[in-house]
């Protein structure tokens, strides 16, 4: 029996915490593993709001590092005892998406996922895993593919960041966008996957990197992360003159998931910029643009899921720039809490008094 955090119902406030949850068993294809820490992931909330979908009861979680118990006959490159990163989006190698080099949009496991209950709470009855996985859990059962490999001296709370929160936002910068030395570069909100961007567009070296967030608590925070120039939304079009003599900024990363934000990113970017999308917005909150805006503006609006990231490549790339002190993991975490914390965590996510709270199992 293990310790898991259980949504039963899609608006829920408080989670079920339990210490009666099981995994399944772990086919041939498939990895057990011992999470030792789990970020508090503004995907989470927007799971148990139903922004992201789910089929309750599930277990909430999807940014988490551990250590493997059990491996199937069919696994070879990781074995018990093993330190990982949980990747919340497995690639399959045989789908259109994987033969097209595109690993972060495979659905296959995702889409099992969602009729293959990976847990059972102490009464028998099925339960499943946020976005396959549920890392607000003692013990997952992954697929394979959805465990890498790590150095055992990464601290597990810094390696769980490595699993959606790095990627997603450090990812969005240098592979989604490629920004280049020198440019100017606009971030629409400075929340955890905000800063992360603001730290990918310091490591690709952009000249000006300018956080935009309504909440003025954050922008010192956003400067120490690497962004050169603050604003409120009610400031943005005489900051964007100052910084760009009313031109537009190079790149705009949308990191907040509304329609509105991306119009915000939109109205920022320069003529023929680029506007990347990393939020994950509701089904229902549409955005459009004029057609003669789209075509004459010369804008790419991109999207970035998972931050276009192979984790099996990208994370030891974000490991050595943590070695070498171009990225800073430890400033990202607000709380290190425990399990029995978690409704509290959630609270304060919903109230926005933190970057990333990290619940770390004994």
């Known amino acids: 029996m293990a310790r898991a955090a259980v949504l039963h119902q899609v608006g829920d406030k408080e989670l079920d915490l339990r210490d009666d949850v099981t995994t399944v068993d772990p086919g041939p294809d498939q990895v057990k593993v ?4 789990t970020g508090v992931c503004h995907s989470d909330l927007s799971t148990m709001t139903g922004v992201l979908p789910s089929v309750p009861p599930t277990v909430i979680g999807h940014e988490g590092s551990g250590v493997v118990v059990e ?17 919340w989006t497995p690639d399959c190698g045989a789908c259109p998406e994987c ?47 959805g465990v890498i490999k790590i150095a055992e001296d990464v601290p597990f709370e810094y390696a769980a960041l490595l699993g959606c929160g790095i990627p997603t936002g450090v990812g969005a910068v240098v592979n989604t966008a490629k920004v280049k030395p020198g440019s100017k570069v606009a971030v629409v909100g400075a929340g955890g996957v905000g800063l992360s961007v603001i ?7 952009a000249s000006t990197i300018l956080a935009i967030d309504p909440n003025e608590a954050k922008h010192p ?14 400031g943005l079009d005489e900051t964007k003159g100052l910084l760009t003599g009313g031109a537009g900024f190079d790149y ?36 459009s643009q004029s057609a ?14 998972y931050g276009g990231c192979d984790l099996k490549r990208d994370v030891p790339m974000f490991v050595d720039l943590w070695r070498a002190g171009r990225l800073d993991l430890d400033g990202l975490i607000t709380r290190r809490i425990r399990f ?16 990333r709270q990290v619940v770390l199992f004994d």
């Open 71 to 87: 491996a199937g006959e069919h696994v070879t490159h990781v074995q018990p005892g093993d330190h990982v990163v949980i990747n």
């Open 340 to 355: 029995e914390d978690l409704n509290d965590a959630v609270q304060a996510l919903t109230n926005g008094d933190v970057i």
């Open 34 to 37: 011992q999470i030792k820490a």
């Open 292 to 305: 003669f805006g789209l075509l004459f503006d010369g804008k790419a609006l991109k999207a970035s899921l």
């Open 221 to 234: 925070i956003a400067k120490r992360f690497g962004a050169t120039h603050t604003a409120t939304l009610d």
């Open 199 to 205: 730290q990918g567009a310091r490591i690709a070296g």
């Open 99 to 145: 033969l097209r080099g595109e690993p972060y949009l495979c659905m296959t496991f995702i889409a099992q996922a969602f009729s293959d209950p990976a847990f059972r709470l102490g009464d028998g009855t099925p339960a499943f895993g946020m976005a396959g996985v549920g890392t607000w859990a003692e013990e997952v059962v992954v697929p394979r593919q």
């Open 252 to 287: 705009t990363f949308e990191v907040v998931g509304k329609a509105a934000a991306i119009t915000t990113a939109w109205n920022a970017t320069r003529r023929g910029g680029d506007v990347i999308v990393v939020g994950a917005g509701a089904a229902d909150d549409e955005w």
